[in-house]
């Protein structure tokens, strides 16, 4: 890992007790992240927007807005950070809340380093995916961001398993057209089969069935 | 002979009763024996009403009749068959049913059965006398006047039972009345219309008639402020469906959100506060009188109708679910459904309660140890003392004393809280008559605050007070900080320069009936969540004093005894004359009297000095009876107005407590009455109350540790968790190639500080369980061997044990805290006697006091018991170690803990013939000097 690389994944530790916060801050340091403290919910919230790799390392139980609240808060904004808690309690129906909420882990303290780092590690791979999967998606919706209305209605009807001839009846044109409509709509998605485009519309999510159907 | 029913349509009812009954045409001759009557019921038998009134008329007229009487009774059911030709044929059945039957009189129950009955007139039955009862309406019947008939109109008395809820809620401002649609009930709404009209100007009114039962429920669920309900009757509603008014009375009572007054008195019972309600059983007795008027030969026409009148009765819970004060009811008002009695109604509630004194009281040590003293360092000794006692005595307050004397018993432990909690204000507030709004009951002030007196009403504090009223605690320090400056709340606060205020609702079965209200004005204060968990404890306390106190007694001494009330009395009574002499006596004292082991009842006469009788026996015995002499002249003397005292009266076959009650008559005499009360059982309960709550304590210690220690467990896990993250990123670091040895430093730096914060905790958690001594002074360890054993003696009895002390005369002093030594003992002397539970034929707890050679000094425990297994002689004082089934393994623990804050040691040995030795050494106070 570079530290100096600005695009090396970054870690938030939310923890409101100061001497905690700094060992952790230096324990995940010692393992070569780069990493960012803050003693409340809100003050990490208060940080400008980041939009790179990284993870949250979160404690619970905190004055004010809780760990848990912060998680919730952050699942409604798109592409949230991936969450590893800590706790002094390790009470069971929190620890279920907070899994079921997506968190990656959730470790009662104290905890040996290693624990926090494999967690860390699972949740800057969950990340990676992450943003992967979305820029992949972005880059899809680009490509059906190119369609003419008429390509997009076509493309619509094509997954939905209309022949078309079919097609053509129901857009009033002829099979002919509807033929070069989707041989487009095929080369702007960059898709070689009906297959590929059932899928790419499942990405999309497009229904692939029409509603009478 | 056969009629046919078309027939008697045909020719009229007349008629055809003419060809029926020709023989009844003919004088009544002869002396009919037995009378017969045949009675009229316009409803069903099931309805509660028609079966009071139908009780009321048969009692009286079974046992008051001269000569033997037969009653025939028909229910009509004209509310579910409205049909008139239906009616007409019935009557016809009924007359034909009776035909062979010589009737003297004809009793109708309801207006709408005397026009058909008299339509018979011109024959057969035109000397019966009729006698008809109006219900509800005040209209005479049709067909009245006629020289055959009188009777009883009966009206609902609305005017009556408006004035009675005017009465208990002045403040009313809409009155909203709720009756059914059948024609009958809308009678009834006619009645009460113009009996309310002088009402018309005053108050607004709102008639609920005839709706949909549904929608009506939905109606009084959400009424306006100042609305009471008038509740008629509810027989049919607008769709035609048929209901009891009871029953429906009961569901309008759950969803109401204002009382309810009603007219019948088969409504107590069934949600409403009360009225003038019209009693069908008083009715159907003054029926039962006129009866017997009638048939001992009195004309009807002479007996002009007379008018019934509603008697004033209330239900006590309704009274009491509203906050309206006993005191406002009409004069003459009954009061129905009285409290049971507190042991009765609220045996779980009152368990909890006494539970919860006990963890008041640990939890109240346990805040002052751990926030008070670093605080206000000077509070402690004062504080901690005064809240154990406040709590002891507001138990007993709970458990023993009689309802009058609660609210005084309230009243004066508030100075205590106030000081206790350093607030400047105090107040118990309850609802009242008034619906949003609690008004103060009990409180008390720090002097020169110059507020007065702060009730949380909805229209000053709508956000607290809706707070409260549902349950929840409100508590802030400077309003700027917590209440929104533009809010009714603040400026209210602002105004009563309120600079921290409490609101702790007083609850009971999950309602609140409303709060605890501690206010500062002199400076702000936190109120950290132990402390609103204590108060809210505290508050438990006097919701369960209050729901036993405001129970109202009637005057006392407003007029001298009834001596046949006294003399009927099962309680020993005795007047007495301004000089002491005894003037009359009850049967039941001479029976006391009679008994052996009566000291103060036997070989009194008439002429008996009673001073000089309590004064010798006072001097004989050692049974409780020294202050009697003195309270009893003080009485004498008009110094006192009563004055009480227990004494033992135990004969040698069984223990018995008495009271003696002196209590000055309030007349010309100015003598006294004198009362013997047996008390035994009551002491007996108390007794067990407090064993009870010894145990509870016990739990409750264990209980409030295990709270604390899982929130010590979260505080130590900080600084361990920063502990061990620190020490491996240390190792990082240094496993690195080039070290850096700055970080390491102020790594191991902030691992020092996080152990010191550890240990910090743990001697919190230390202090907390092993408390230093609070009250140092010398002590006598005799003395306090003797208190303890006073204490222990009742246990001792029922587990058949003997206490036997040997206890060295002369015994260095010790320098201790009396309560806490005191406890030792105990809890060493009740573990012993628990020891010899089981097994042991003889069961002897010997403790022993001696000086030991280098003037420390030992004091031992010793039962015969079953002994301590060898291997866990080591292990008995460590906390949570038990041997006994039931135990908490926390006694011995906290004995040695407590010893050993004294410097003294504290050890356990079994006896060489098996049973063990507990001993405690102590060094002493006074240097050696001999």
Redesign the interface.
Request: hydrophobic letters at 45%; proline letters at 6%.
């Given at each position: 890992l570079n530290l100096n690389n600005p695009t090396a994944p970054r870690i938030f530790v939310v923890d409101d007790?100061e001497?905690?916060r700094?060992?952790?801050e230096?324990?995940l340091?010692?393992?070569g992240f780069r990493v960012e403290t803050f003693g409340s919910p809100d003050a990490f919230l208060e940080r400008a927007p980041y939009n790179g790799p990284g993870c949250l390392v979160l404690d619970v139980?905190m004055p004010g807005r809780s760990g848990l609240e912060l998680q919730e808060w952050l699942a409604s904004a798109e592409a949230a950070l991936p969450i590893v808690f800590?706790t002094?309690?390790g009470d069971i129906p929190t620890s279920v809340r907070a899994m079921k909420a997506g968190a990656v882990d959730f470790l009662?303290?104290?905890?040996?380093?290693q624990m926090?780092l494999d967690a860390v590690e699972q949740a800057l791979a969950q990340d990676a995916a992450g943003r992967a999967r979305r820029a992949e998606l972005a880059t899809l919706q680009e490509r059906a961001a190119a369609l003419t209305p008429r390509e997009r209605e076509v493309f619509c009807l094509v997954v939905q398993g209309l022949l078309n001839k079919q097609i053509a009846a129901r857009l009033g044109t002829t099979e002919q057209t509807i033929k070069v409509h989707r041989g487009r709509v095929m080369e702007k998605l960059q898709v070689a089969s009906l297959a590929g485009l059932v899928r790419l519309a499942a990405r999309l999510g497009i229904p692939n069935r029409s509603p009478g159907a | 002979m056969v009629v046919s029913l078309s027939r008697v349509k045909k020719v009229g009812l007349g008629a055809v009763l003419a060809l029926l009954l020709p023989y009844a045409a003919a004088p009544a001759a002869g002396p009919p024996t037995p009378r017969r009557v045949l009675v009229l019921y316009a409803e069903r038998k099931s309805l509660p009403s028609m079966e009071l009134l139908d009780r009321g008329f048969q009692a009286t007229l079974r046992a008051r009749a001269a000569e033997p009487v037969e009653i025939y009774t028909e229910y009509l059911d004209l509310l579910r068959f409205q049909d008139n030709r239906l009616q007409q044929e019935q009557f016809a059945w009924y007359l034909r049913k009776y035909s062979g039957t010589h009737l003297d009189l004809i009793v109708c129950f309801g207006s709408r059965l005397l026009a058909p009955l008299l339509h018979c007139r011109d024959r057969p039955f035109t000397r019966v006398p009729i006698l008809c009862a109006t219900v509800g309406v005040r209209q005479l019947p049709a067909g009245a006047p006629n020289p055959r008939v009188t009777g009883i109109l009966n009206p609902i008395d609305a005017r009556g039972t408006l004035a009675a809820a005017l009465r208990l809620q002045p403040e009313t401002q809409r009155i909203v009345v709720v009756a059914g649609a059948s024609g009958y009930e809308r009678a009834w709404v006619e009645e009460a219309r113009r009996d309310l009209h002088d009402y018309k100007s005053r108050l607004e009114f709102t008639y609920l008639v005839g709706q949909p039962k549904a929608e009506l429920l939905r109606q009084v669920a959400v009424l306006p402020p100042h609305a009471v309900v008038l509740y008629l009757t509810f027989l049919r509603d607008g769709r035609g469906r048929l209901f009891a008014s009871g029953d429906v009375l009961a569901e309008l009572a759950r969803v109401c959100n204002a009382p309810i007054y009603g007219i019948s008195e088969t409504y107590l019972g069934h949600g409403i506060v009360g009225g003038s309600v019209l009693s069908p059983q008083l009715l159907g007795a003054r029926m039962g009188e006129l009866a017997l008027r009638v048939l001992a030969g009195a004309k009807p026409a002479a007996i002009p109708f007379a008018r019934g009148a509603g008697a004033l009765q209330f239900d006590a819970r309704q009274l009491r679910r509203w906050g309206l004060p006993e005191e406002r009811l009409p004069p003459g008002s009954t009061v129905l459904f009285p409290e049971p009695s507190f042991w009765a109604r609220y045996r779980t509630q009152s368990a909890a309660a006494t539970s919860l004194f006990a963890l008041f009281a640990i939890l109240a040590a346990m805040w002052h140890e751990a926030s008070g003293r670093r605080r206000r360092p000077r509070r402690i000794r004062e504080t901690l003392v005064p809240c154990r006692e406040l709590v002891a005595d507001l138990n007993a307050a709970v458990v023993d004393l009689p309802p009058d004397r609660v609210q005084g018993e309230i009243r004066s432990r508030l100075p205590v809280v106030a000081r206790l909690l350093d607030v400047d204000r105090v107040e118990l507030q309850q609802l009242g008559e008034e619906p949003r709004a609690f008004r103060t009951t009990h409180s008390w002030a720090v002097e020169g605050i110059g507020v007065g007196p702060l009730p949380i009403r909805a229209d000053e504090f709508p956000r607290i007070f809706t707070e409260v009223a549902q349950g929840k605690v409100v508590a802030f320090s400077r309003p700027e900080a917590a209440l929104d400056r533009r809010r009714k709340d603040f400026q209210s606060c602002r105004h009563a320069g309120v600079r921290s205020l409490a609101a702790i609702p007083l609850t009971l079965g999950g309602m609140t009936f409303g709060a605890l209200v501690l206010t500062t004005h002199r400076a702000a204060r936190e109120w950290p969540d132990e402390l609103v968990l204590l108060l809210q404890l505290l508050t438990q306390v006097f919701a369960g004093a209050l729901a036993r106190g405001p129970a109202e007694i009637p005057p006392r001494g407003s007029r001298p005894p009834d001596r046949t009330v006294l003399a009927a009395l099962s309680a020993p009574v005795a007047l007495v004359d301004s000089e002491g002499a005894v003037l009359w006596l009850n049967d039941a004292w001479r029976r006391l009297a009679a008994r052996s082991g009566a000291p103060l009842s036997s070989g009194v006469e008439e002429g008996t000095n009673y001073l000089e009788l309590c004064r010798r026996v006072a001097a004989l015995t050692k049974n409780g009876l020294e202050p009697l002499p003195d309270g009893l002249k003080a009485v004498l003397e008009a110094r006192r107005t009563e004055f009480s005292c227990e004494y033992d009266c135990s004969t040698p076959a069984e223990e018995r407590c008495h009271e003696l009650l002196v209590e000055t008559l309030q007349d010309d005499t100015a003598g006294l009455l004198v009362l013997h009360r047996d008390i035994t059982q009551r002491k007996r309960l108390q007794a067990e109350a407090h064993q009870q709550l010894r145990q509870d304590a016990d739990t409750a210690r264990v209980t409030a540790l295990g709270v604390m220690a899982a929130s010590l467990a979260h505080e130590l896990s900080q600084p361990l968790a920063a502990i061990l993250s620190n020490s491996q990123a240390a190792q990082r670091f240094l496993s690195a190639e080039a070290p850096d040895f700055e970080e390491v430093r102020q790594i191991l730096s902030a691992i020092g500080n996080s152990d010191r914060r550890a240990v910090e905790i743990l001697r919190r958690l230390r202090s907390l369980i092993k408390r230093e001594p609070a009250e140092l002074r010398p002590l006598d360890l005799n003395e306090l061997i003797h208190a303890v054993v006073d204490l222990a003696a009742g246990d001792a009895r029922r587990r058949k044990a003997n206490i036997v002390l040997e206890l060295e005369p002369g015994l260095p002093r010790v320098f201790g805290d009396a309560s806490q030594l005191h406890q030792v003992v105990l809890n060493l002397a009740m573990n012993g006697l628990e020891a010899m539970e089981s097994g042991s034929d003889e069961r002897r707890l010997a403790i022993r006091s001696r000086r030991e050679e280098d003037g420390w000094v030992e004091v031992s425990v010793r039962d015969t018991g079953v002994g301590i297994p060898e291997e866990q002689l080591g292990q008995i004082f460590k906390a949570f170690h038990t041997t006994k089934s039931g135990g908490t393994g926390i006694g011995l623990w906290i004995a040695r803990s407590f010893v050993e804050a004294h410097g003294g040691r504290i050890e356990a040995a079994n006896n060489p013939e098996g049973s063990a030795t507990f001993f405690f050494r102590l060094p002493p106070y006074e240097e050696e000097t001999a």
């Amino acid at each position: 890992l570079n530290l100096n690389n600005p695009t090396a994944p970054r870690i938030f530790v939310v923890d409101d007790d100061e001497e905690l916060r700094e060992s952790l801050e230096r324990l995940l340091r010692s393992a070569g992240f780069r990493v960012e403290t803050f003693g409340s919910p809100d003050a990490f919230l208060e940080r400008a927007p980041y939009n790179g790799p990284g993870c949250l390392v979160l404690d619970v139980r905190m004055p004010g807005r809780s760990g848990l609240e912060l998680q919730e808060w952050l699942a409604s904004a798109e592409a949230a950070l991936p969450i590893v808690f800590i706790t002094g309690h390790g009470d069971i129906p929190t620890s279920v809340r907070a899994m079921k909420a997506g968190a990656v882990d959730f470790l009662p303290k104290p905890f040996e380093d290693q624990m926090l780092l494999d967690a860390v590690e699972q949740a800057l791979a969950q990340d990676a995916a992450g943003r992967a999967r979305r820029a992949e998606l972005a880059t899809l919706q680009e490509r059906a961001a190119a369609l003419t209305p008429r390509e997009r209605e076509v493309f619509c009807l094509v997954v939905q398993g209309l022949l078309n001839k079919q097609i053509a009846a129901r857009l009033g044109t002829t099979e002919q057209t509807i033929k070069v409509h989707r041989g487009r709509v095929m080369e702007k998605l960059q898709v070689a089969s009906l297959a590929g485009l059932v899928r790419l519309a499942a990405r999309l999510g497009i229904p692939n069935r029409s509603p009478g159907a | 002979m056969v009629v046919s029913l078309s027939r008697v349509k045909k020719v009229g009812l007349g008629a055809v009763l003419a060809l029926l009954l020709p023989y009844a045409a003919a004088p009544a001759a002869g002396p009919p024996t037995p009378r017969r009557v045949l009675v009229l019921y316009a409803e069903r038998k099931s309805l509660p009403s028609m079966e009071l009134l139908d009780r009321g008329f048969q009692a009286t007229l079974r046992a008051r009749a001269a000569e033997p009487v037969e009653i025939y009774t028909e229910y009509l059911d004209l509310l579910r068959f409205q049909d008139n030709r239906l009616q007409q044929e019935q009557f016809a059945w009924y007359l034909r049913k009776y035909s062979g039957t010589h009737l003297d009189l004809i009793v109708c129950f309801g207006s709408r059965l005397l026009a058909p009955l008299l339509h018979c007139r011109d024959r057969p039955f035109t000397r019966v006398p009729i006698l008809c009862a109006t219900v509800g309406v005040r209209q005479l019947p049709a067909g009245a006047p006629n020289p055959r008939v009188t009777g009883i109109l009966n009206p609902i008395d609305a005017r009556g039972t408006l004035a009675a809820a005017l009465r208990l809620q002045p403040e009313t401002q809409r009155i909203v009345v709720v009756a059914g649609a059948s024609g009958y009930e809308r009678a009834w709404v006619e009645e009460a219309r113009r009996d309310l009209h002088d009402y018309k100007s005053r108050l607004e009114f709102t008639y609920l008639v005839g709706q949909p039962k549904a929608e009506l429920l939905r109606q009084v669920a959400v009424l306006p402020p100042h609305a009471v309900v008038l509740y008629l009757t509810f027989l049919r509603d607008g769709r035609g469906r048929l209901f009891a008014s009871g029953d429906v009375l009961a569901e309008l009572a759950r969803v109401c959100n204002a009382p309810i007054y009603g007219i019948s008195e088969t409504y107590l019972g069934h949600g409403i506060v009360g009225g003038s309600v019209l009693s069908p059983q008083l009715l159907g007795a003054r029926m039962g009188e006129l009866a017997l008027r009638v048939l001992a030969g009195a004309k009807p026409a002479a007996i002009p109708f007379a008018r019934g009148a509603g008697a004033l009765q209330f239900d006590a819970r309704q009274l009491r679910r509203w906050g309206l004060p006993e005191e406002r009811l009409p004069p003459g008002s009954t009061v129905l459904f009285p409290e049971p009695s507190f042991w009765a109604r609220y045996r779980t509630q009152s368990a909890a309660a006494t539970s919860l004194f006990a963890l008041f009281a640990i939890l109240a040590a346990m805040w002052h140890e751990a926030s008070g003293r670093r605080r206000r360092p000077r509070r402690i000794r004062e504080t901690l003392v005064p809240c154990r006692e406040l709590v002891a005595d507001l138990n007993a307050a709970v458990v023993d004393l009689p309802p009058d004397r609660v609210q005084g018993e309230i009243r004066s432990r508030l100075p205590v809280v106030a000081r206790l909690l350093d607030v400047d204000r105090v107040e118990l507030q309850q609802l009242g008559e008034e619906p949003r709004a609690f008004r103060t009951t009990h409180s008390w002030a720090v002097e020169g605050i110059g507020v007065g007196p702060l009730p949380i009403r909805a229209d000053e504090f709508p956000r607290i007070f809706t707070e409260v009223a549902q349950g929840k605690v409100v508590a802030f320090s400077r309003p700027e900080a917590a209440l929104d400056r533009r809010r009714k709340d603040f400026q209210s606060c602002r105004h009563a320069g309120v600079r921290s205020l409490a609101a702790i609702p007083l609850t009971l079965g999950g309602m609140t009936f409303g709060a605890l209200v501690l206010t500062t004005h002199r400076a702000a204060r936190e109120w950290p969540d132990e402390l609103v968990l204590l108060l809210q404890l505290l508050t438990q306390v006097f919701a369960g004093a209050l729901a036993r106190g405001p129970a109202e007694i009637p005057p006392r001494g407003s007029r001298p005894p009834d001596r046949t009330v006294l003399a009927a009395l099962s309680a020993p009574v005795a007047l007495v004359d301004s000089e002491g002499a005894v003037l009359w006596l009850n049967d039941a004292w001479r029976r006391l009297a009679a008994r052996s082991g009566a000291p103060l009842s036997s070989g009194v006469e008439e002429g008996t000095n009673y001073l000089e009788l309590c004064r010798r026996v006072a001097a004989l015995t050692k049974n409780g009876l020294e202050p009697l002499p003195d309270g009893l002249k003080a009485v004498l003397e008009a110094r006192r107005t009563e004055f009480s005292c227990e004494y033992d009266c135990s004969t040698p076959a069984e223990e018995r407590c008495h009271e003696l009650l002196v209590e000055t008559l309030q007349d010309d005499t100015a003598g006294l009455l004198v009362l013997h009360r047996d008390i035994t059982q009551r002491k007996r309960l108390q007794a067990e109350a407090h064993q009870q709550l010894r145990q509870d304590a016990d739990t409750a210690r264990v209980t409030a540790l295990g709270v604390m220690a899982a929130s010590l467990a979260h505080e130590l896990s900080q600084p361990l968790a920063a502990i061990l993250s620190n020490s491996q990123a240390a190792q990082r670091f240094l496993s690195a190639e080039a070290p850096d040895f700055e970080e390491v430093r102020q790594i191991l730096s902030a691992i020092g500080n996080s152990d010191r914060r550890a240990v910090e905790i743990l001697r919190r958690l230390r202090s907390l369980i092993k408390r230093e001594p609070a009250e140092l002074r010398p002590l006598d360890l005799n003395e306090l061997i003797h208190a303890v054993v006073d204490l222990a003696a009742g246990d001792a009895r029922r587990r058949k044990a003997n206490i036997v002390l040997e206890l060295e005369p002369g015994l260095p002093r010790v320098f201790g805290d009396a309560s806490q030594l005191h406890q030792v003992v105990l809890n060493l002397a009740m573990n012993g006697l628990e020891a010899m539970e089981s097994g042991s034929d003889e069961r002897r707890l010997a403790i022993r006091s001696r000086r030991e050679e280098d003037g420390w000094v030992e004091v031992s425990v010793r039962d015969t018991g079953v002994g301590i297994p060898e291997e866990q002689l080591g292990q008995i004082f460590k906390a949570f170690h038990t041997t006994k089934s039931g135990g908490t393994g926390i006694g011995l623990w906290i004995a040695r803990s407590f010893v050993e804050a004294h410097g003294g040691r504290i050890e356990a040995a079994n006896n060489p013939e098996g049973s063990a030795t507990f001993f405690f050494r102590l060094p002493p106070y006074e240097e050696e000097t001999a």
